[in-house]
């Protein structure tokens, strides 16, 4: 699976991901955690072991396990406790979520952008995603969903560190035109941001459906059957959350959630649009537990 790039896209991303420093680097705790889940011969100690290692990651953990995000009866006081009501897929997830949190910082390049306003908008995605996650009868993770969400964008972190002044523009020239902003970041830069988020998801070890979804969330159709649900997840909350007007709105402004995407999902209208009215209080309730 390949993100679909000309040559000279494939070469503008390859020289971006070389010189983006600490954006390229998840934790060492992260990726030992990330390495642990994906291998069927680790146990629950396993993963305790590390985090337990890492007082920083326990807290954050205990922090968004006991939020009103999850809704877990009582206070669970332990991360082994943690671990053993949510599984290790999950807690691997909040750890990962909880890397992901610090790099949406810096200054803001443009009136229109800044790295807090995509973070809400990935938060935004993240929740929206879960919920449609929850709602659709395909078996599909809805913490891996999460994730997917805050990272469905990371390529622009990476256009920003690296083509600021170009960046800024693709932003200024999409808010006083009707231009696809991929289509404008490919004419500025020489790729969009899903060709850069893919790029560094490998380079990060990221399993393959989630490279799949931050390479794939505005086009799911080009992807193969078996990847093909979490990216129309990602692409449908994205959508909806652009529509929102939550957080950073232009990647998906304008995208439109058609019958076949939520056919796709087995999702009905209705479902659709409870998940709507219910996200601003959720979104809120996921920043909060996910703020530092």
Same mark, same amino acid.
């Given at each position: 699976?390949?993100v679909? &790039? &000309?040559?000279?896209?494939?070469?503008?991303?390859?020289?971006?991901? %070389?010189?983006?420093?600490?954006?390229?680097?998840?934790?060492?705790?992260?990726?030992?955690?990330?390495?642990?889940?994906?291998?069927?011969?680790?146990?629950?100690?396993?993963?305790?072991?590390?985090?337990?290692?890492?007082?920083a990651?326990?807290?954050?953990?205990?922090?968004?396990?006991?939020?009103?995000?999850?809704?877990?009866?009582?206070?669970?006081?332990?991360?082994?406790?943690?671990?053993?009501?949510?599984?290790?897929?999950?807690?691997?997830?909040?750890?990962?979520?909880?890397? @992901?949190?610090?790099?949406?910082?810096?200054?803001?390049?443009?009136?229109?952008?800044?790295?807090?306003?995509?973070?809400r908008?990935?938060?935004?995605? %993240?929740?929206?995603?879960?919920?449609?996650?929850?709602?659709?009868?395909?078996?599909?993770?809805?913490? +891996?969903?999460?994730?997917?969400?805050?990272?469905?964008?990371?390529?622009?972190?990476?256009?920003?560190?690296?083509?600021?002044?170009?960046?800024?523009?693709?932003?200024?020239?999409?808010m006083?035109?009707?231009i696809?902003?991929?289509?404008? +970041?490919?004419?500025?830069?020489?790729?969009?941001?899903?060709?850069?988020?893919?790029?560094? &998801?490998?380079?990060?070890?990221?399993?393959?459906?989630?490279?799949?979804a931050?390479?794939?969330?505005?086009?799911?159709?080009?992807?193969?059957?078996?990847?093909?649900?979490?990216?129309?997840?990602?692409?449908?909350?994205?959508?909806?959350?652009?529509?929102?007007?939550?957080?950073?709105?232009?990647?998906?402004?304008?995208?439109?959630?058609?019958?076949?995407?939520?056919?796709?999902?087995?999702?009905?209208?209705?479902?659709?649009?409870? @998940?709507?009215?219910?996200?601003?209080?959720?979104? +809120?309730?996921?920043?909060v537990?996910?703020?530092?």
């Amino acid at each position: 699976m390949t993100v679909e &790039t &000309t040559d000279n896209a494939k070469h503008v991303v390859d020289k971006a991901l %070389a010189s983006i420093g600490d954006l390229a680097t998840l934790p060492e705790v992260t990726i030992r955690i990330i390495e642990i889940v994906e291998d069927p011969k680790s146990t629950a100690r396993d993963l305790h072991e590390v985090i337990k290692n890492d007082p920083a990651l326990s807290v954050k953990v205990l922090k968004v396990v006991n939020s009103a995000f999850y809704g877990l009866p009582g206070q669970v006081a332990s991360v082994d406790r943690a671990i053993i009501l949510l599984g290790l897929s999950a807690v691997k997830n909040i750890a990962i979520a909880a890397s @992901i949190a610090r790099l949406f910082k810096g200054k803001r390049i443009s009136e229109h952008f800044s790295a807090a306003d995509l973070w809400r908008h990935s938060v935004a995605v %993240a929740v929206a995603g879960r919920s449609l996650a929850k709602c659709s009868p395909h078996p599909v993770m809805t913490d +891996e969903i999460f994730v997917a969400g805050l990272i469905h964008d990371i390529g622009s972190l990476v256009e920003r560190q690296t083509h600021p002044d170009e960046f800024a523009e693709v932003i200024d020239r999409c808010m006083t035109s009707d231009i696809n902003f991929l289509e404008c +970041e490919r004419e500025l830069i020489g790729a969009d941001h899903q060709a850069f988020g893919a790029g560094l &998801t490998v380079k990060w070890k990221f399993p393959r459906h989630l490279r799949a979804a931050v390479g794939f969330h505005h086009n799911p159709e080009s992807l193969s059957v078996e990847l093909q649900n979490m990216a129309t997840i990602i692409q449908v909350a994205d959508i909806m959350c652009c529509q929102e007007q939550i957080g950073f709105p232009l990647t998906a402004r304008d995208g439109e959630i058609t019958p076949a995407m939520l056919d796709t999902l087995g999702i009905s209208q209705e479902q659709l649009d409870e @998940i709507r009215e219910a996200l601003p209080e959720q979104v +809120e309730d996921a920043e909060v537990s996910l703020s530092s």
